[in-house]
C-alpha cells in the first residue's frame, strides 16, 4: 500500500459526510467563542509600560585638594580612608591653616610636579558614603500616575558591559508643577540598598544616564492589541 497523506475526499469516502447540524452548531460554536474572546479583550485592561531618560549623580561631589601658597604636605597617604574634618593637607607654617576633609571619603593624591602653583589640583577626595538622586522630564500622561511613596525602577546599562544593566528603586521627591510642551521636570532619590550598589559600580558618579521605568493608566487589551 503506498504511504501517502490522505486528501480531504479521500478522508470523506472514509468517515462519510457529517449531518448538517453538525457542521452549523459547530461554527456556532467558533462564533460564540470568538464574540466571548473579543468582549473580554475589551473589558480587561492591561497597564501600559512607558520609559523615561533619568540621569543619576551623587548628592556629595568629589572634593579638589589644591595647592596652597607656601607649599603643602600631605597628611594622609593616596588611597587611605578619612574622617570628615581629617587633615589632609599640612600648611606651610602649622597645621591650622592646612586642609581637612569636608566629608568623610577616600583620598587620591597625584603626583606632583616639580612646582607647583597655588590653586593647582594636587589629590581628589572622593565620597566614602554617598547617596544618589535622579532627575529627568516626564509627560504629563506619565507624571499624573506617580506619587511619592511609589517605588520606581531605573535601569542602568553598564558601560563596560553593554548587555548587562543594573536595577536600581528609588522614590520621586519633586516634580515641578511648570508645564513646557506637556512635559514635567522631576527629581527622585534612590533607596538605601541602590545607593550601595551603585557605590560599587563606581564611587565618583558625576552624570550616568538611566532609564526610568513607568506603568501608565491602564487600557483595555483589545485597544492595546490594535495599536
Not at 500500500?1 to 459547530?26: F, K, Q, V
Not at 577626595?125 to 520606581?152: C, E, H, I, K, M
Amino acid at each position: 500500500m503506498e504511504n501517502r497523506p490522505l486528501y480531504s475526499a479521500e478522508i470523506t469516502e472514509i468517515i462519510g459526510t457529517p449531518p448538517w447540524w453538525i457542521i452549523r452548531a459547530g461554527g456556532g460554536v467558533l462564533l460564540v467563542v470568538f464574540v466571548a474572546c473579543l468582549s473580554l479583550a475589551s473589558v480587561v485592561q492591561v497597564p501600559e509600560q512607558s520609559n523615561a531618560p533619568v540621569f543619576i549623580s551623587g548628592t556629595t561631589s568629589p572634593y579638589y585638594v589644591r595647592q596652597i601658597a607656601g607649599g603643602a604636605r600631605p597628611a594622609a597617604a593616596s588611597g587611605q580612608i578619612v574622617e570628615l574634618g581629617q587633615l589632609l593637607v599640612r600648611g606651610p607654617l602649622d597645621d591650622a591653616s592646612g586642609i581637612r576633609a569636608p566629608f568623610a571619603g577616600r583620598l587620591r593624591l597625584q603626583r606632583l610636579p616639580a612646582a607647583a602653583s597655588p590653586g593647582d589640583t594636587i589629590g581628589l577626595l572622593v565620597p566614602l558614603r554617598n547617596a544618589y538622586r535622579f532627575n529627568g522630564v516626564l509627560d504629563l500622561a506619565q507624571a499624573s500616575t506617580l506619587s511619592n511613596d511609589q517605588a520606581l525602577t531605573i535601569r542602568v546599562t553598564m558601560s563596560d558591559h553593554p548587555d548587562s544593566y543594573l536595577s536600581l528603586s528609588g522614590y520621586l521627591g519633586y516634580v515641578s508643577p511648570v508645564v513646557r510642551q506637556g512635559h514635567v521636570a522631576c527629581v527622585g532619590q534612590l533607596d538605601s540598598l541602590s545607593n550601595v550598589l551603585l557605590a560599587r559600580y563606581s564611587s565618583a558618579i558625576t552624570n550616568l544616564e538611566g532609564t526610568l521605568l513607568l506603568t501608565s493608566k491602564r487600557k483595555p487589551l483589545l485597544q492595546s492589541l490594535f495599536k
